[in-house]
């Protein structure tokens, strides 16, 4: 049976939008007590939860208006409601955080990330494990496809291994390109964080159980849900919501016209933040979502530093210029100033302007595939050379 819902409970009310400039009083028991139950009761509303929060001081003022209560849901609710209430311990439920490592974070604490506070609908309470400090760094969502070509998996590793050192990376521990956009800033040794649609007392997907753990000792692994929430498919596009309110732009790599990134890029637009799409093959129904963002008004991005670009606090890294023409002797000096040893120049210089495979570059160069293939990655970091799937790799056009 569906719950009755009255006006007042579609939209945050005057009086909450007022209320969300007052902290919530964390270190009351009873307002933590509060805050705990609404987020148990109706963790899959918000709205409910802010509403309710601006009414009622605490949960014996809600819980003794039974009647007025009783009058706003079906039977079904109120019963859960009241059995919920009768039952409530906050202890045991700190305690039980306590125990699994799970931290909180309260609307107004200071800790608090800024950004997501400024949405139309913030979470009362964050449950973390790690780290939530790293979400005090710029952020930028990472989106896309559970379903990725090499295509795919190249673009992801080659703007986050650029762009996780001047954004955390946020995405939401998904299979797919949220798990190498999480894995790629990880090789950098850069601090990634996961928001994820269920409580932090499980993990989802289970074959990431070891890349939430890495995750979490420089980064965070967040949720809004309540320990006990299984994954459900309606609770994607409410988690969505908190990785574009996170982050100052969301980039989408390869995403299908009905994928739940283009959720986070309607949330995103919705939050004024700034969405931004890598091109793909017109034939390529991976990329169909991602073309049509295109089309409606998304930046597209073809490079690391079209993402840069968008942002003033970067553009001191951004010294590079579009220049065809530049010579060797020129990209020699550039290299020597990097710090690039000979044989590191001499893998550079077999390079070609068309895509060359590195079983090529390695017969050439006389050099070990070892080195040879750690020194290509070095270089498409530098954004010197540019990779593409099946291990080609070609001079790129851009310098430093």
């Not at 006006?7 to 007052?22: G, I, M």
């Not at 995103?268 to 793909?280: H, K, N, S, T």
């Not at 210089?349 to 293939?373: G, H, Q, W, Y």
Request: hydrophobic letters at 35%; proline letters at 4%.
């Amino acid at each position: 049976m569906e719950e009755k819902i009255d006006s007042v409970d579609d939209n945050l009310s005057q009086e909450t939008r007022f209320l969300k400039n007052r902290p919530v009083a964390f270190e009351s028991t009873s307002d933590r007590e509060w805050v705990f139950f609404l987020n148990y009761a109706f963790k899959d509303d918000t709205i409910k939860q802010w509403n309710f929060y601006s009414k009622y001081n605490k949960l014996s003022d809600f819980l003794s208006d039974s009647g007025q209560i009783k009058s706003l849901f079906s039977f079904e609710k109120f019963s859960q409601i009241q059995r919920l209430g009768s039952s409530f311990s906050l202890e045991k439920i700190e305690e039980k955080l306590k125990n699994l490592g799970i931290k909180t974070c309260f609307f107004g604490d200071g800790n608090y990330p800024f950004y997501l506070s400024e949405i139309y609908d913030p979470p009362l309470i964050l449950y973390y494990k790690g780290d939530i400090t790293c979400l005090e760094r710029p952020c930028l969502g990472v989106v896309g496809s559970r379903k990725y070509s090499n295509y795919g998996q190249s673009v992801t590793a080659r703007f986050v291994k650029k762009l996780s050192h001047h954004f955390c990376i946020v995405s939401g521990l998904a299979i797919g390109i949220d798990t190498l956009a999480h894995e790629a800033a990880l090789e950098e040794s850069q601090c990634t964080v996961a928001v994820v649609a269920n409580g932090l007392d499980t993990v989802y997907p289970r074959m990431n159980v070891g890349l939430s753990s890495q995750i979490e000792e420089t980064g965070c692994v967040v949720s809004e849900m309540p320990m006990g929430t299984t994954v459900m498919p309606f609770r994607f596009p409410k988690r969505n919501r908190i990785i574009s309110g996170l982050s100052k732009g969301v980039l989408v790599i390869e995403a299908q016209r009905k994928s739940g990134s283009l959720i986070t890029c309607r949330t995103a637009i919705e939050q004024d933040g700034d969405v931004f799409a890598v091109p793909g093959s017109i034939f390529s129904f991976s990329s169909t979502g991602c073309n049509d963002l295109i089309k409606d008004g998304a930046r597209m991005v073809t490079c690391p530093e079209d993402v840069l670009s968008e942002y003033e606090e970067f553009s001191t890294v951004l010294e590079k210029k579009r220049n065809p023409s530049t010579g060797e002797h020129q990209q020699g000096s550039l290299f020597a100033s990097n710090g690039y040893s000979s044989e590191e120049l001499s893998v550079w210089s077999i390079l070609e302007s068309d895509p060359m495979s590195i079983e090529k570059v390695i017969e050439r160069s006389k050099l070990s595939a070892t080195f040879v293939s750690r020194t290509l990655s070095k270089l498409e970091l530098d954004n010197m050379v540019e990779s593409f799937p099946g291990h080609l790799y070609k001079k790129s056009n851009y310098n430093f």
